[in-house]
């Protein structure tokens, strides 16, 4: 089983996030999966979540470079973050 920064795309400051909301190692990410996973960080960070980190996790979770994914998993990833963000800045608004 591999660690988190033995996974492409993630360093130390991304393996910190993760670890942070309970992802340990290449199990866990898999298991959470990038999108869950964006949004827990987003919910101890409260700053700091982009796109491409989400593409980092894809990318770690299917063992590339987030560079690497194809555009159909981008346009997928790409469609769910700006749901995302416009639920997060409609609950900031409330």
């Keep these: 089983m591999k660690t988190l920064t033995d996974l492409p795309n993630i ?3 991304l393996a910190d996030k ?5 992802i340990k190692n290449e199990q866990d990410l898999k298991q959470v999966g990038s999108e869950n996973a964006i949004i827990k960080i987003a919910a101890v960070e409260k700053s700091g979540v982009c796109i491409n980190m989400l593409y980092a ?9 987030w560079h690497g994914l194809d555009h159909e998993k981008k346009d997928e990833l790409k ?3 700006r ?9 900031q608004s409330e």
């Design 11 to 13: 360093g130390k400051t």
């Design 18 to 22: 993760l670890n942070r909301i309970g």
């Design 57 to 65: 996790l894809e990318g770690a979770i299917q063992g590339i470079r």
């Design 79 to 81: 469609a769910f973050y």
């Design 83 to 91: 749901m995302f963000e416009l639920s997060e800045k409609l609950s």
